[in-house]
């Protein structure tokens, strides 16, 4: 069968791209933004890409069209595939169709921390040789792709609230009838679908709905937002988790070290890479998932010890003349200051420079712009990207951030402005939920240049 899948190189359709390529179907796609990682591991599975949303993608025609949210009414490429009564499903319905059905179904939930507690549950239960199936939002170091088929029963899934395609505006992970559910946080968020936060907390109770009577809710015990959803209705056994049932206590200041217990009982010990309270609350939860899918607990914390992160969270780029360069995908005010928080805590006085796009839809709406100055009180400067089609002014946070900041109006101005900044020691922290024009690798190369140009000079 071919399968053509539009907005192919999104996180979550790009690991749907490779399920149907494992499962033997061919399979192309469109988009019309391309770039690493899930471009790059697109390309390795043998899928071949077109640029944009032509009408032509479309001849000859696939037997079936899987559309991602991304699309809507008014594309060519859209209005082709109805127009010639193309049959076309979302990638949701498609991956409950063809993937889960039958399958024990692990699914991670929350306005934060999604990507890296898929990451951690699959580790866990790759580890137990579980050989699980899986579909995340990034690429965890050590599984090396961001979506499998996997051997066994189980399968997990990053369950996003994002609504699931033009033509069907409930969230993704409806359809996914999880046995195991992660409910890590809530907040308002996507606010170009959701008109506040009641709205959101309406699809997590459809969510909550789908859970068996025998499966269970791993909930974050001390979010007031959650706490609300459930009270809605809850016919699923919960086990809570930071406040409750389970909870982790910091053997180290910046979470690398802490110690899980159940009630008062300790389980043991994780010593492990990773840094951030936030972290340690994601591994929790994915112990206790883990305990679920029949995974002692103490053999998850053994797990948790080897595991490596996953790409564009906190993940370390480069090293230059001793400045580290890191890549991480936070795009709202809490996971920006939770991310530097941990980051403060592993580096102590070592300066952090924070490098902004705000490039999501909500951020681009200025929604969260009134937050992002205190969102980044623990970084010692900051410079912001302001793309050109960004409709509102990130001076207003610059102001307020009382000359810790300054605005850039292009990725080579940013650049500079970053290399001007620069020193021995320094933790540059570039965030951003896109490819940033590539910002990573051409600021390695900048401070590269400028360290030998320095070197150079006589003395």
Same mark, same amino acid.
């Given at each position: 069968?071919?399968?053509?899948?539009?907005?192919?190189?999104?996180?979550?359709?790009?690991?749907?791209?490779?399920?149907?390529?494992?499962?033997?179907?061919?399979?192309?796609?469109?988009?019309?933004?391309?770039?690493?990682?899930?471009?790059?591991?697109?390309?390795?599975?043998?899928?071949?890409?077109?640029? $944009?949303?032509?009408?032509?993608?479309? +001849?000859?025609?696939?037997?079936?069209? @899987?559309?991602?949210?991304?699309?809507?009414?008014?594309?060519?490429?859209?209005?082709?595939?109805?127009?010639?009564?193309?049959?076309?499903?979302?990638?949701?319905?498609?991956?409950?169709?063809?993937?889960?059905?039958?399958?024990?179904?692990?699914?991670?939930?929350?306005?934060?921390?999604?990507?890296?507690?898929?990451?951690?549950?699959?580790?866990?239960?790759?580890?137990?040789?579980?050989?699980?199936?899986?579909?995340?939002?990034?690429?965890?170091?050590?599984?090396?792709?961001?979506?499998?088929?996997?051997?066994?029963?189980?399968? +997990?899934?990053?369950?996003?609230?994002? %609504?699931?395609?033009?033509?069907?505006?409930?969230?993704?992970?409806?359809?996914?009838?999880?046995?195991?559910?992660?409910?890590?946080?809530?907040?308002?968020?996507?606010?170009?679908?959701?008109?506040?936060?009641?709205?959101?907390?309406?699809?997590?109770?459809?969510? @909550?709905?789908?859970?068996?009577?025998?499966?269970? +809710?791993?909930?974050? $015990?001390?979010?007031?937002?959650?706490?609300?959803?459930?009270?809605?209705?809850?016919?699923?056994?919960?086990?809570?988790?930071?406040?409750?049932?389970?909870?982790?206590?910091?053997? &180290?200041?910046?979470?690398?070290?802490?110690?899980?217990?159940?009630?008062?009982? =300790?389980?043991?010990?994780?010593?492990?890479?990773?840094?951030?309270?936030?972290?340690?609350?994601?591994?929790?939860?994915?112990?206790?998932?883990?305990?679920?899918?029949?995974?002692?607990?103490?053999?998850? +914390?053994?797990?948790?010890?080897?595991?490596?992160?996953?790409?564009?969270?906190?993940?370390?780029? $480069?090293?230059?003349?001793?400045?580290?360069?890191?890549?991480?995908?936070?795009?709202?005010?809490?996971?920006?200051?939770?991310?530097?928080?941990?980051?403060?805590?592993?580096?102590?006085?070592?300066?952090?420079?924070?490098?902004?796009?705000?490039?999501?839809?909500?951020?681009?709406?200025? @929604?969260?712009?009134?937050?992002?100055?205190?969102?980044? @009180?623990?970084?010692?400067?900051?410079?912001?990207?302001?793309?050109? %089609?960004?409709?509102?002014?990130?001076?207003?946070?610059?102001?307020? =951030?009382?000359?810790?900041?300054?605005?850039?109006?292009?990725?080579?101005?940013?650049?500079?402005?970053?290399?001007? =900044?620069?020193?021995?020691?320094?933790?540059?922290? &570039?965030?951003?939920?896109?490819?940033?024009?590539?910002?990573?690798?051409?600021?390695?190369?900048?401070?590269?240049?400028?360290?030998?140009?320095?070197?150079?000079?006589?003395?």
């Amino acid at each position: 069968m071919h399968i053509h899948i539009l907005g192919i190189c999104g996180t979550f359709m790009a690991g749907i791209a490779l399920l149907a390529r494992e499962a033997g179907h061919q399979v192309s796609g469109s988009d019309a933004h391309v770039y690493p990682p899930m471009s790059t591991q697109l390309a390795a599975a043998g899928i071949r890409l077109s640029e $944009g949303y032509l009408a032509e993608h479309l +001849i000859p025609m696939p037997d079936v069209v @899987v559309v991602g949210n991304v699309m809507s009414r008014g594309s060519p490429i859209v209005e082709h595939l109805l127009d010639h009564n193309i049959p076309y499903t979302s990638g949701p319905q498609w991956l409950s169709e063809n993937v889960l059905l039958g399958r024990w179904v692990l699914a991670v939930a929350g306005t934060h921390g999604k990507t890296t507690t898929s990451s951690m549950l699959a580790w866990v239960l790759e580890q137990a040789n579980l050989a699980p199936g899986f579909l995340i939002g990034g690429i965890p170091a050590g599984l090396g792709v961001s979506a499998r088929l996997g051997q066994g029963p189980f399968f +997990i899934v990053e369950a996003d609230e994002y %609504d699931t395609a033009f033509f069907d505006k409930r969230s993704k992970f409806v359809h996914y009838r999880p046995r195991t559910l992660i409910l890590n946080n809530l907040e308002f968020d996507h606010a170009d679908i959701f008109p506040d936060l009641a709205a959101i907390q309406r699809q997590f109770h459809h969510l @909550v709905r789908t859970v068996p009577g025998q499966g269970l +809710i791993v909930a974050h $015990g001390g979010d007031a937002n959650l706490a609300q959803v459930l009270a809605m209705g809850c016919w699923t056994p919960v086990e809570r988790i930071g406040a409750g049932d389970w909870q982790a206590r910091l053997a &180290i200041p910046d979470g690398s070290a802490f110690d899980v217990y159940s009630g008062e009982e =300790l389980q043991g010990r994780v010593e492990w890479s990773q840094l951030g309270a936030h972290n340690v609350h994601n591994a929790l939860a994915a112990i206790v998932a883990a305990r679920h899918a029949g995974v002692p607990p103490d053999e998850a +914390i053994r797990a948790l010890s080897r595991f490596q992160g996953v790409k564009r969270r906190m993940e370390l780029r $480069g090293m230059v003349n001793a400045i580290a360069v890191y890549d991480d995908f936070a795009h709202h005010p809490t996971a920006i200051a939770t991310t530097l928080q941990g980051l403060r805590a592993r580096v102590e006085r070592e300066r952090i420079i924070a490098v902004l796009e705000p490039r999501s839809n909500t951020m681009r709406m200025g @929604v969260f712009k009134d937050d992002l100055a205190q969102a980044l @009180v623990a970084a010692d400067a900051i410079i912001f990207y302001q793309a050109p %089609d960004l409709p509102w002014s990130l001076n207003e946070v610059s102001v307020a =951030l009382k000359g810790r900041g300054q605005v850039c109006a292009s990725i080579e101005a940013t650049i500079a402005a970053v290399c001007a =900044l620069a020193r021995p020691k320094d933790h540059l922290l &570039i965030m951003s939920n896109g490819g940033f024009g590539g910002i990573h690798q051409l600021l390695l190369d900048a401070l590269q240049k400028q360290g030998h140009e320095k070197s150079a000079e006589p003395v």
